[in-house]
């Protein structure tokens, strides 16, 4: 599978952003894709998954309760919807997936199993 993610931008603090991640060669249902950030200075971090196993999804503290991340097959893509957005989430975000040897029966595998990405697409959030 590739992916191509796009549909970041710039932004006030408390808007809203819905970056999307396009799958070709493979459907979105059979991967755990997965949402990474990377903020200028600072290592790449897993911010949010949704399992190919059963549809659990996965938010790191920082975001719980402001991001969403969902699939939608027919378009074969995976959004990430971004609202309340803080000055903190100014990052370039990555989409990733764990390669399909990957058996996945519940939950999103570990961050360092996701081994295909996506280019990333730069988040500014203005204060």
């Known amino acids: 599978v590739q992916l191509q993610a796009s549909g970041g931008g710039l932004v006030q603090t408390g808007g809203s952003l819905r970056p999307s991640c396009a799958a070709s060669?493979?459907?979105?249902?059979?991967?755990?894709i997965a949402w990474f950030r990377q903020a200028p200075g600072k290592e790449r971090e897993d911010i949010s998954c949704?399992?190919?196993?059963?549809?659990?999804?996965y938010y790191v503290e920082s975001v719980k309760g402001r991001f969403s991340i969902s699939r939608d097959s027919a378009k074969n893509t995976v959004y990430l919807q971004m609202n309340s957005l803080k000055p903190e989430d100014t990052a370039v975000y990555y989409c990733?997936?764990?390669?399909?040897?990957?058996?996945?029966?519940?939950?999103?595998?570990?961050?360092?199993?996701?081994?295909?990405w996506g280019q990333g697409t730069l988040v500014t959030v203005s204060s």
């Open positions: 949704i399992s190919s196993a059963d549809g659990s999804t």
């Open positions: 990733a997936a764990p390669p399909s040897t990957i058996v996945v029966v519940a939950g999103c595998p570990p961050a360092n199993k996701y081994t295909i």
């Open positions: 060669g493979g459907t979105v249902d059979r991967y755990s």
